[in-house]
């Protein structure tokens, strides 16, 4: 019996974690799991109910299970605090708390939402990305952090940027590892003509390639990567990145596929994992019935594949997310003319009606 911990979260998380329920809940049924599901609280929840993101007993039952599916956090109600006590730090804690370095995004494109993309058909059509983010370090972490007034009365804030070897190394393997397993290329990303940090990136990541002669390591300044994903984003495999280029890179490369609400992600530590959208709490559209549960649904399946071992039922969700949008199912984000707009509820329900056609 495996156990898995879901947060909800604020915003959209609680409809969108609700549909992924729907279709966690008819795996576990038709496949025989027996998943004990637990859920608890993080970020603005948690504040409302005990002042602290993180609740140690949160933390507590992460640890304990298996796998965390987690929807979103933060919210405009709790802007006026300081960062370090904000929703957003329970989930840097939480990432921190399970040491999960390693976030994998894949970003695939929809045939189906070709017509959803900003870019044109021809340019993203080819597009298999997969985006390795180095999840524990970096300028979201490094100490000193902080503000404060200056004796000139200025106000001054500050974060810093860090990276050691260890760290570095160890998302290089990741990255080298899912190369091998893809079209064995990989771009790391950095600003090495700048940033001693990741000056030191590309010089580990460079160390590294040497265990994988058979994968083609090219470096990229993350300012380019960004052009480079909207000019030619199919040239990219796999894309090697420390935690706030990441970050961005990843939010900017879900526009190829048509809508942010379509990217699942996965955060791997050493037999601990997280799966999450790469969205956020989305308030403009909270309590509207209007969000997309799909990434959130590519979550579940991502938990399948590495957490449960059911690589097939994975691949059955995801076959039943395409054939969702065969039908011509589109939640409003992903509409265009001529398509069935769908609440995220019925969104679910789409999705575990067309999990039950497939063989
Ligand atoms: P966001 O990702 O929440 O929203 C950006 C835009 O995308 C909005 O227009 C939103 O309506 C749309 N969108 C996002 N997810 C969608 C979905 N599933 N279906 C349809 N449309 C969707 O980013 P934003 O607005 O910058 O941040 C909102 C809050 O979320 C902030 O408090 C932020 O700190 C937090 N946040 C939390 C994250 C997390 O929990 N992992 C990640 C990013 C932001
Ligand atoms: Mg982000």
């Not at 265009?336 to 019925?346: C, E, F, I, V």
Request: some cysteine; overall charge negative.
């Amino acid at each position: 019996m495996k156990k898995i911990a879901i947060f909800a979260g604020d915003g959209i998380g609680p409809e969108i974690v609700a549909s992924a329920r729907l279709v966690l809940d008819a795996v576990n049924t038709a496949a025989g799991l027996h998943l004990q599901c637990m859920e608890g609280a993080v970020g603005g929840a948690a504040i409302d109910r005990c002042g602290d993101p993180l609740p140690p007993e949160s933390l507590q039952m992460a640890l304990e299970a298996d796998a965390v599916l987690l929807g979103a956090v933060g919210g405009p109600q709790w802007d006026a605090l300081p960062p370090a006590q904000r929703p957003e730090q329970g989930l840097l804690r939480l990432r921190k708390g399970l040491d999960l370095y390693a976030n994998l995004r894949p970003v695939q494109i929809f045939p189906q939402l070709l017509d959803a993309s900003p870019l044109r058909p021809e340019l993203v059509r080819d597009v298999d990305i997969l985006v390795v983010r180095e999840l524990t370090g970096d300028i979201y972490f490094g100490q000193p952090r902080g503000s404060e007034t200056g004796p000139d009365g200025l106000r001054r804030a500050f974060n810093t940027m860090v990276y050691d070897e260890a760290e570095i190394r160890r998302i290089a393997h990741v990255g080298f590892r899912a190369a091998q397993g893809r079209r064995k290329r990989l771009c790391s990303v950095d600003k090495a003509n700048v940033l001693e940090t990741t000056r030191l990136w590309r010089e580990v990541v460079t160390e590294v390639a040497r265990e994988y002669p058979d994968v083609t390591l090219s470096h990229m300044y993350v300012d380019n990567a960004a052009m480079q994903l909207i000019r030619a984003p199919a040239q990219f495999d796999v894309l090697l990145t420390g935690n706030i280029f990441g970050d961005i890179l990843s939010d900017e490369a879900s526009q190829l596929t048509g809508s942010i609400g379509m990217l699942p992600s996965a955060s791997l530590g050493e037999g601990r994992a997280m799966y999450e959208p790469i969205h956020g709490s989305a308030p403009d559209i909270a309590g509207q019935d209007k969000a997309n549960p799909l990434a959130t649904i590519l979550s579940v399946a991502m938990m399948l594949r590495y957490s449960l071992g059911a690589e097939a039922w994975a691949e059955r969700v995801e076959r039943a997310v395409l054939r969702v949008l065969d039908s011509g199912y589109r939640t409003v984000d992903i509409a265009s003319p001529g398509t069935h707009l769908l609440g995220t509820r019925a969104m679910g329900q789409a999705v575990v009606a067309a999990l039950a056609q497939i063989d």
